[in-house]
């Protein structure tokens, strides 16, 4: 399928002397937003520091120079993997509906299959934008799907320049990039096709110069998304009810007795455009009726559009939901983040408390630096106790890892679980989720962090 962003219209730039002008008040701004080695905690501006109604994207690119984008994710991977650099691209003004994602089965191995879809999602976005070439940008396992696809020349020829992130080898038959984990020092796989680091490489190959703006920083409109909600890790739609809620930060309760906003998801589980108030927390509850079974997101706030929003679920009698213990006396979790969480070298703290209860720092030695979907609940071996020992099934995963952690639960979820993580260590940019204490008996939980430390978001 073809998961477009439409906003800005394509236009040319301004007239030169306004452009300089223009780029020089942002490069300004850019300076006081950006640390001066490009580091990968690089701080950007806060929405209470200096920029208190947001920033507008730079002048739109013209079209010859912004062709099409058409993105490829990996194994367990999806449109997920470039959210935040599409951010990245439209804030410098790349056009938002000429970025495109290809969603397949992130747990089959069919490249060839996987080639052919491909092959559709090219040619409909060169009718879309009616042109002759676009860019194609695949990560891990899309790199094997982007270099299948690119081995027939006729292919080939639809692709003015190639990115290979973390996977195979550029082919020798288009200008290629192949951004790699030695290149950015500390960053690991999937950290390598979010990063603003990669983010940076790419943008300058692609467009020809150097971005002017690297970090995520608000916007100056309403903030508005749009998405899929996918069955985990095949991608398929999640044909649900979608209520989005208003919540208080503190505690993770609903503030209204009528949700933010409310859809019918189809078989492909589309839903958007949906305003959100830019930097709110919000709840994104799935249900059907099909199933007693509520899953629960918790997503950091917003302060960027995004066209390419994943609420990763999974089928009720599905194996994630199968493998997990559940009760009515305590919560079960699964944190995600499209950035490994490490627990070696520059190590990551998240830490989990219930009400007043003593913090529990569940990033242990076994995490390892490969976990991207950290499942947490109590053991069934070890009822009502924290051991953080692995958990059965889900340790077993690729890029996923479980820990056992005794989670209180409450039959009217009136207590509240707050999850602190401190990215890389790093106590100055600390990013905060909350939750109530849904019972696992009939409630799924999940918290999914930001790639990218936000300020003002947490």
Not at 12 to 41: E, F, I, K, Q, Y
Not at 199 to 204: D, I, K, L, N, R
Not at 329 to 339: D, F, K, Y
Not at 417 to 431: E, F, K, M, V, Y
């Amino acid at each position: 399928m073809i998961d477009a962003a439409h906003g800005r219209s394509r236009a040319g730039r301004p007239h030169p002397l306004l452009a300089a002008l223009l780029a020089l008040a942002l490069a300004t701004l850019a300076a006081c937003t950006s640390d001066s080695d490009g580091g990968d905690d690089a701080s950007p501006e806060s929405a209470e520091s200096s920029a208190p109604t947001g920033t507008d994207d730079l002048p739109p690119l013209t079209d010859d120079v912004a062709l099409p984008i058409v993105f490829v994710h990996g194994f367990a991977g999806s449109a997920q993997q470039i959210e935040s650099n599409a951010m990245r691209f439209v804030a410098n003004g790349y056009p938002a509906d000429r970025i495109v994602a290809y969603d397949h089965d992130g747990a089959g191995l069919e490249i060839d299959a996987y080639a052919a879809g491909l092959t559709e999602v090219v040619d409909e976005t060169l009718a879309e934008f009616d042109v002759e070439q676009v860019y194609l940008i695949g990560h891990s396992r899309g790199t094997s799907v982007s270099n299948q696809y690119l081995s027939d020349p006729a292919q080939a020829a639809k692709v003015a320049k190639y990115v290979a992130i973390d996977g195979r080898p550029c082919p020798d038959v288009v200008p290629c990039i192949a951004p790699v984990q030695a290149q950015f020092s500390g960053q690991t796989h999937v950290e390598v096709a979010t990063s603003p680091e990669s983010f940076a490489a790419q943008y300058e190959f692609l467009v020809g110069e150097a971005p002017e703006v690297v970090d995520i920083v608000p916007q100056t409109d309403p903030v508005e998304i749009s998405g899929r909600a996918v069955e985990f890790p095949a991608n398929t739609g999640r044909e649900a009810t979608l209520d989005i809620w208003a919540i208080d930060p503190d505690t993770g309760a609903r503030t209204g007795n009528e949700p933010h906003a409310s859809t019918e998801l189809g078989p492909d589980g589309e839903f958007g455009p949906i305003e959100l108030e830019n930097g709110a927390h919000y709840e994104y509850a799935l249900s059907s009726d099909s199933s007693e079974i509520v899953h629960h997101l918790y997503l950091q706030p917003y302060v960027r559009s995004s066209a390419f929003v994943r609420l990763l679920s999974s089928e009720p009698d599905g194996p994630v939901r199968t493998n997990t213990n559940t009760g009515d006396g305590h919560s079960a979790l699964v944190i995600t983040r499209m950035r490994e969480w490490h627990s070696e070298g520059d190590a990551d703290v998240l830490q989990l408390s219930v009400d007043d209860g003593e913090p529990v720092d569940v990033i242990t030695d076994f995490v390892g630096n490969d976990g991207i979907g950290l499942h947490v609940h109590d053991d069934v071996a070890t009822p009502g106790e924290t051991t953080l020992a692995p958990l059965p099934y889900f340790s077993e995963q690729p890029f996923q890892t479980g820990i056992d952690v005794f989670l209180p639960a409450s039959p009217d979820a009136d207590g509240t679980i707050t999850a602190t993580n401190l990215p890389r260590g790093d106590a100055s940019r600390p990013q905060t989720l909350t939750a109530p204490t849904w019972p696992s008996s009939g409630h799924t939980m999940s918290l999914v962090f930001s790639d990218s430390p936000v300020d003002g978001a947490a």
